[in-house]
């Protein structure tokens, strides 16, 4: 009898331990990377909306339940206050298991290793050892068996309803946009090959049929053709034909079997096949434009400076029977000047046949029809309504330019399915600025509602930011400096 008391003994006092070693050192973890724990807990969907008391609280409460089970007295009170926390941990972690597709891990140190499966198991055997080393306390106190079952229940049925009632009551589809809170999936994209293109003047002019086209700004002839099933690479020249005009600035845009070489301040667009490379001239001074994007074979979508408002303007040449020139003046909408706060970025979406612009000082992006009858308006996470942009007219040069560098929202875009992925210049709550030193951060969203998807980091490569980047069935191109990445897109795609 004696014998089993110690043995009882010996178990209570190391399952006080095993608790007093796992609290302390997960507040100590969660302490000495306090940025990436209030991170984690910003990510999660259900508990985003509480980080400052959270954050805060759990260490601090882990340190006192650490005390507490140190002294003989107090133990009781550390005990039940240990079953009370893994009761809460365990619901939380099969809920989000359950129910959830995204499952931010903030626990610290070696236990944010752990999958989740793992973690749930780890939890619930320590909920095991909260339970044995109550009742063990209760037995040398001769308190009855039922009224520590009626306790333990109480506690957990009341710990298990707290976690449930606040995933019932959390709002998924309007936290992240009230809170400005980004959603991180794990791993939506996975690195499938990597490209030395030798230099860092490349850009992705198309990506279509398995082949990604890419331009060169320091030599606007050259075309580098990568196939994304072999990984080899074909390097073309452009043919154009003999002319006097001077060009300002050549772009390629490729819409196979056609590509695209034009020059909007030349208001020149020349057109060939891929098959050969062969341009020929295809417009010539229709309209004055400083950006477009092939809609079908016979006409092309333009970003313009209106002739009379001279401010931005939307438009659409068509050539099917002759060249018709059409100007919307009524989709971008003025805040300041017209012209720097509707700038943005002119996308078309083939499978949508739809239009898209973001704008890039301003927390909006438009879904236009192809024909320009109709148009939505969505806005972006973060909270810039207003493009922070400070134009200064030139009077002697009649000229418009930035008194100062504005604050970009939508850096960079591009559109494939139903989908738009913004790549944003807005850091959200709770985001560690080493990620933004080290990542593009492209946020994701659905172009027929403009719901807000999720997120995810597109990392630099040796150094160089992203540049220019593409989207087609299942695979997702970027330029980074020299180095051309080719990644797979994974669930929740």
């Known amino acids: 009898m004696k014998v089993n008391n110690q043995f009882k003994k010996v178990v209570l006092e190391l399952i006080c331990l095993l608790y007093i070693l796992l609290f302390v050192y997960a507040a100590v973890s969660k302490l000495l990377d306090f940025e990436n724990f209030q991170v984690q807990l910003g990510q999660s969907p259900m508990l985003r909306s509480y980080v400052p008391l959270i954050s805060y609280g759990v260490p601090i409460l882990e340190l006192i339940l650490a005390v507490l089970l140190l002294f003989y007295k107090t133990r009781l009170v550390g005990l039940y206050g240990a079953f009370a926390l893994m009761s809460l941990f365990s619901t939380y972690l099969f809920i989000l298991l359950t129910y959830s597709d995204y499952i931010p891990c903030s626990c610290g140190g070696i236990l944010q290793k752990m999958g989740w499966k793992e973690h749930l198991l780890f939890n619930l055997v320590f909920w095991f050892f909260a339970v044995l080393a109550i009742r063990l306390y209760n037995l040398r106190q001769n308190i009855s068996m039922p009224l520590q079952l009626k306790l333990l229940s109480f506690l957990f049925f009341t710990c298990s309803a707290l976690v449930l009632f606040q995933y019932l009551t959390t709002n998924k589809e309007d936290v992240a946009v009230q809170q400005f809170i980004r ?9 499938e090959k990597q490209i030395d293109l030798k230099y860092n003047s490349y850009y992705i002019a198309g990506f279509q049929d398995g082949k990604i086209y890419l331009g060169n700004v320091t030599a606007p002839l050259a075309v580098l053709v990568v196939d994304v099933h072999t990984y080899k690479t074909e390097n ?51 309209a004055y434009f400083t950006h477009m994007v092939p809609v079908d074979s016979s006409s092309i979508a333009i970003k313009a400076l209106s002739s009379t408002s001279f401010e931005n303007i939307l438009g659409l040449i068509t050539t099917k029977d002759s060249v018709r020139v059409s100007l919307y003046s009524s989709i971008l909408e003025r805040q300041k000047d017209g012209i720097f706060d509707t700038d943005g970025l002119l996308l078309y979406n083939a499978s949508a046949d739809q239009l898209v612009y973001p704008y890039f000082y301003r927390n909006e992006f438009l879904v236009i029809a192809s024909n320009f009858e109709r148009h939505s308006k969505f806005k972006t996470i973060d909270q810039t309504a207003i493009a922070q942009v400070n134009p200064v007219t030139l009077s002697k040069q009649k000229r418009t330019v930035l008194a100062e560098q504005p604050l970009t929202v939508n850096k960079n875009s591009a559109t494939f399915g139903s989908f738009i992925f913004i790549q944003s210049g807005i ?67």
């Open 236 to 286: 073309y020249i452009i043919q154009l034909p003999k002319s006097n005009l001077k060009f300002r600035s050549l772009r390629l845009v490729v819409a196979a079997p056609y590509f695209y070489f034009y020059d909007g301040i030349t208001a020149v667009v020349f057109r060939g096949k891929t098959s050969d490379w062969q341009a020929s001239q295809w417009l010539y001074k229709a």
């Open 427 to 493: 850091m959200g709550n709770y985001e560690p600025k080493d990620n933004w030193d080290s990542a593009s951060i492209i946020d994701v969203y659905s172009i027929s509602s403009g719901h807000y998807f999720f997120s995810f980091y597109l990392p630099h490569q040796n150094q160089h930011p992203m540049s220019s980047f593409s989207i087609e069935n299942g695979r997702l191109a970027a330029v980074s400096g020299p180095y051309l990445s080719l990644y797979t897109l994974q669930s929740p795609f």
């Open 183 to 191: 959603h991180y999936p794990h791993h939506p994209i996975l690195l």
